[in-house]
């Protein structure tokens, strides 16, 4: 069966990139992180992974809920990632999609609570400050439909076509194949996002094609399909000890519905919003120390 995923890297992983035109993919390992960059260049492979052309990076470390150590350098490594996608010059629209009232789903907002927004500081301000050299940042949590009875996509855009900022970062709770995934990876991609896949409510893109600018998005899994993870499961058992068509029947009926997320999202959530926050922070404020941004996101 077909497992849903918002990581093209778990997508990758069920074909062989090799042998696929138009993919290309790069491993590197820095102490205990691995970054993996998979770069969709053609249609036909675009087709097999089921992801738009553009590049995506994903950032593999320790749990974020257990581990607490080098957080300074992990932040520093995710920072450098997101840089290369940024405009170096111009106006960043810095978007936190999700509900906030719904803990796998709050990271976008919590995010934007520690970005640092700085374009509606005057010029005079920034000199008397000595802050001068702050890039001209915005930062956004929306909502969701279910709260605003507006599309996240109609806010962006009316927004950018305002303010034209140079590009748009989207930062969203994604969906994972694998359980072990949960708070483990990062995936920062050029292709812009499907706000709402990570809790299974899927809305109208946000991309350059329906925002007018690029869009990076920056995401971290926090659940996964109840579908996937026991399907996963059966499929995985070396003794036949259950008739999985029944099983697999019974679970497309009942479970496709729900998602599966760690006891300690709470904490998960909270180290996985000061790793991206901070990471944003540093990749559009390069002329600042990792010191003084913290000090002044605080």
Do not use: W
């Not at 590049?55 to 150590?69: A, M, N, Q, V």
């Not at 997101?82 to 999609?97: A, R, S, T, Y």
């Amino acid at each position: 069966m077909a497992y849903r995923t918002d990581l093209a890297i778990e997508s990758a992983s069920d074909i062989d990139v090799k042998s696929l035109k138009g993919i290309k993919q790069k491993i590197e390992k820095i102490e205990e992180l691995t970054i993996t960059e998979i770069k969709i260049e053609k249609e036909e492979a675009a087709k097999s992974l089921g992801k738009p052309i553009g590049s995506y990076i994903t950032i593999e470390f320790p749990s974020l809920s257990k581990s607490y150590k080098n957080l300074e350098e992990k932040i520093k490594i995710v920072s450098k990632e997101i840089k290369k996608l940024v405009p170096k010059d111009g106006l960043i629209f810095v978007v936190g999609l999700g509900n906030s009232s719904i803990t796998p789903d709050a990271l976008g907002p919590k995010v934007i609570e520690s970005v640092l927004a700085t374009r509606h500081l005057k010029k005079e301000i920034k000199k008397a400050s000595d802050l001068s050299k702050l890039r001209a940042v915005t930062a956004l949590a929306p909502g969701v439909l279910g709260q605003t009875g507006i599309e996240v996509v109609e806010i962006i855009s009316s927004i950018c076509k305002s303010i034209k900022p140079s590009a748009v970062i989207v930062i969203d709770a994604l969906a994972a194949k694998e359980l072990y995934r949960l708070g483990t990876t990062i995936q920062i991609s050029s292709t812009g996002i499907l706000p709402g896949s990570g809790v299974g409510n899927k809305r109208p893109a946000i991309n350059k094609e329906t925002i007018g600018v690029p869009v990076i998005s920056v995401g971290i899994p926090t659940v996964v399909d109840a579908l996937n993870l026991v399907s996963h499961f059966f499929e995985s058992l070396e003794n036949n000890l259950y008739d999985s068509k029944n099983a697999l029947d019974y679970l497309n009926k009942e479970a496709k519905s729900m998602v599966v997320t760690p006891r300690e999202i709470d904490l998960l959530i909270e180290k996985s919003a000061e790793i991206t926050s901070m990471a944003i922070n540093l990749a559009l404020q390069p002329l600042y120390s990792f010191d003084e941004l913290k000090f002044l996101a605080s």
